[in-house]
């Protein structure tokens, strides 16, 4: 692979660098201190596609290379004073734009993330428990079998965008005898989901603009049309992102 940097890639960073100090950077200490989320200012993300660096352009990114989309939210990070809006946007783009564009179905892709990349919908990643932390292998969550779907229940916690997001990728045991290697699934569940309750934010010491929460599923049903993948995928996934 060639790293030498491109004078369309030196442009690149330059661009988000200029934008990032110009339009970013207002107020951002009353802003961690009040721990607000600035949507405003996550949607300016989403004009330039930050949320979407290399999703192809059918799908609403600017399908940017590895190196390219690498140097862009360095670029980013660099730029924006404010950490946590940072922080939101990585956690939204790697943590679950990255599993829907690589694993999602045509119907799912061309479902969520045109929205997903231009910051119209906010998304979040929910593995973590409160008793098994992100050890997938102590995961509780769990998602029984019915007809034309699946029942899900458990706790997830300390969700970053979750008190904001449109969109949450579940992850919850199908198979509790295989677990991680192949006995848990990923699930696209909007916030809208009967018997799914997201709490208001956890007051953080640090990241403040970046909203973290709890997710309480209480026999959600979830229909087959919304597993992430395929069924027993989630280990996958999850290791992916």
């Known amino acids: 692979m060639d790293f030498s940097v491109t004078a369309a890639q030196r442009?690149?960073?330059?661009?988000?660098?200029?934008?990032?100090?110009?339009?970013l950077n207002d107020d951002v200490q009353s802003r961690d201190q009040a721990q607000d989320f600035p949507r405003d200012l996550w949607l300016k993300c989403g004009e330039r596609r930050l949320?979407?660096?290399?999703?192809?352009?059918?799908?609403?990114g600017l399908a940017l290379d590895p190196l390219s989309s690498a140097m862009a939210l360095e670029a980013f990070g660099y730029g924006c004073h404010d950490s946590?809006?940072?922080f939101a946007v990585c956690a939204h783009l790697v943590a679950s734009v990255m599993p829907v564009w690589k694993f999602g179905n045509q119907d799912q892709?061309?479902?969520?993330?045109?929205g997903m990349c231009d910051g119209t919908m906010i998304a979040c990643n929910?593995?973590?428990?409160?008793?098994?932390?992100?050890?997938?292998?102590?995961?509780s969550a769990r998602a029984d079998r019915c007809e034309g779907g699946y029942v899900v229940s458990g706790t997830k916690r300390y969700i970053s965008n979750a008190p904001v997001a449109d969109l949450l990728i579940v992850f919850a045991l199908t198979d509790e005898s295989k677990r991680f290697h192949g006995g848990v699934t990923a699930f696209l569940i909007e916030r809208d989901a009967a018997g799914l309750t997201v709490s208001p934010k956890f007051d953080k010491m640090g990241l403040r603009t970046v909203l973290m929460g709890e997710v309480v599923l209480q026999d959600v049903l979830v229909p087959d049309a919304a597993v992430l993948g395929e069924v027993g995928a989630g280990g996958k996934i999850f290791t992916h992102s």
């Open 11 to 23: 442009k690149l960073r330059r661009t988000i660098i200029e934008f990032a100090q110009a339009e």
């Open 51 to 60: 949320q979407g660096l290399p999703v192809p352009e059918e799908f609403g």
């Open 84 to 86: 946590g809006l940072t």
């Open 109 to 114: 892709r061309k479902r969520y993330l045109p």
């Open 126 to 139: 929910a593995i973590t428990e409160p008793e098994a932390g992100s050890d997938v292998f102590a995961m």
